[in-house]
């Protein structure tokens, strides 16, 4: 019988890791816990026992460059993330829906689409974060928002259940996968290929889950979740804040950062 | 994909939706570069096919407008 709480959990755990991993470069305390021992052995449990071939095949390749990656990568992986979703060039990565949905180069056409939805769930991208509502993170953290809320909610919170299917069929997936394609294509380390196919597979899965429930599933994503857990990942909400705020959120950003590159 | 390469060739503003049974990248791609506008995995939803095909068709009269007010 399906642990309804167990199984939006685990989503919930999956989810923020994906978000994490588009959001920023990645920090130098998370490359080093990806690298760690303990994490690739959980990941390498679980690549070697899910039941679910691509899943599995997806998630290997993460393995693959992770086992393979030395101290030294950090700099470059920073490097990368920058050169493709910050620098402006042939090689760029747009994270936003707004350019998949209206194909225009960056406009704001889904902004106030995604904002209906965080709405309706009470939230609203963070003014904090210095970036756009439609940006993939904010996405993906707002599905392990809802993931969370139906878990921990007594009755199971069928609205957000039915919010989180709305907001995955009529919005997320008709832009991210193609995200995940251009992506893989223009990505040149096997980690951010590798987390090109690791969204894309996760998405079509979960999707899937939601649609019909399978046991092959609910133990492949219950597995998996599970061997997040060793990253330590903050539970906190970092792109979205819960409230409402007049008019859904400040249409600022993104606004340049300053970074500096090792 | 063979069989939507030849009706773009025979068809060049041919517009398509593809369905795909598998997350596969390579295939994505080549739906993309092919010029799929929207794509679809299974199992399918039929309220998720009817909004493609509602999203198409008002692309198709928007682009036959369009054409039209330029002739």
Redesign the interface.
């Known amino acids: 019988m399906t642990d309804f709480k167990k199984m939006h959990r685990a989503r919930s755990y999956i989810y923020n890791f994906l978000s994490i991993l588009i959001r920023d470069e990645i920090s130098r305390e998370l490359f080093e816990k990806l690298r760690g021992e303990v994490f690739l052995q959980n990941l390498n449990h679980f690549v070697s026992r899910c039941p679910l071939a691509?899943l599995k095949a997806a998630w290997r390749k993460l393995l693959s460059a992770l086992e393979e990656a030395g101290p030294q990568d950090w700099g470059a992986l920073r490097w990368e993330y920058a050169h493709i979703f910050y620098n402006a060039g042939v090689k760029t990565v747009f994270p936003y829906a707004s350019c998949y949905l209206t194909r225009q180069p960056l406009v704001r056409g889904a902004v106030a689409e995604v904002r209906k939805f965080y709405r309706q769930a009470r939230v609203h991208k963070s003014l904090a974060y210095d970036d756009l509502d439609d940006h993939l993170a904010v996405e993906l953290e707002f599905m392990r928002y809802l993931s969370n809320t139906i878990a921990a909610a007594p009755d199971g919170a069928p609205e957000m259940v039915q919010l989180q299917n709305k907001f995955r069929?009529?919005h997320l997936?008709?832009w991210a996968?193609?995200f995940?394609?251009v992506l893989?294509?223009r990505a040149t380390s096997g980690f951010y290929k590798a987390l090109?196919?690791v969204i894309?597979?996760t998405?079509?899965?979960d999707?899937?889950l939601a649609?019909?429930q399978q046991a092959s599933r609910e133990e492949a994503f219950a597995m998996l979740a599970q061997a997040l857990t060793a990253l330590d990942l903050s539970q906190d909400l970092f792109t979205l804040a819960k409230g409402l705020i007049p008019g859904g959120g400040a249409l600022g950003g993104p606004r340049p950062r300053k970074r500096q590159h090792p | 994909m063979e069989l939507l390469e030849e009706l773009r060739r025979l068809n060049p503003d041919l517009r398509s939706i593809a369905v795909s049974q598998s997350p596969s990248l390579p295939r994505l791609r080549q739906a993309i570069s092919l010029g799929v506008q929207e794509i679809l995995f299974t199992p399918l939803d039929p309220e998720e096919l009817e909004a493609k095909i509602t999203k198409v068709v008002k692309a198709v009269k928007r682009d036959l407008k369009e054409a039209l007010a330029l002739q």
């Open positions: 691509d069929r009529d997936m008709g996968p193609e995940c394609a893989d294509k090109a196919e894309l597979v998405l079509f899965h999707r899937a649609m019909e």
